[in-house]
């Protein structure tokens, strides 16, 4: 309990109760590899993928398909408006850190079907050495 006082600010058990609960509640976001991506695009699946990382970061590639949308992180909750809730959204940024949160905030926002890239853009110069290293 000392961990959720110092992390929390929590004083007592009932306290830690609803931090418990709002964990449970939390949804799971699942991952796609790099692998199952590339079969998406080569089989010109219907899904959107957004590009979470900054605008500068783009200097140092994308992945290229027709699916592709550029939300920054900061920007996702204000324009969650221009993905579909009914399709599939898979986000990523460098190497996926950014791409799971992102995609944890469109599911609480109602979105059913998220994916974030494991290993994110990094993971994808398997696919594209022209991106570079960052």
Request: overall charge neutral; aromatic content about 8%.
């Amino acid at each position: 309990m000392n961990f959720f006082k110092k992390l929390f600010g929590i004083k007592d058990k009932e306290e830690v109760n609803k931090v418990h609960e709002v964990i449970k509640e939390t949804p799971e976001v699942k991952e796609i590899s790099v692998d199952d991506l590339k079969k998406k695009i080569d089989n010109k699946e219907d899904f959107t993928l957004v590009d979470v990382r900054t605008e500068s970061e783009l200097n140092y590639g994308k992945i290229k398909c027709k699916q592709f949308k550029f939300i920054p992180m900061q920007e996702i909750e204000s324009r969650e408006k221009e993905l579909d809730k009914n399709k599939e959204v898979i986000t990523y940024c460098r190497t996926g850190h950014r791409s799971h949160s992102a995609a944890q905030d469109l599911m609480e926002h109602g979105f059913k079907k998220v994916l974030h890239l494991k290993g994110g853009i990094m993971a994808w110069r398997k696919y594209d050495e022209s991106i570079e290293p960052y």
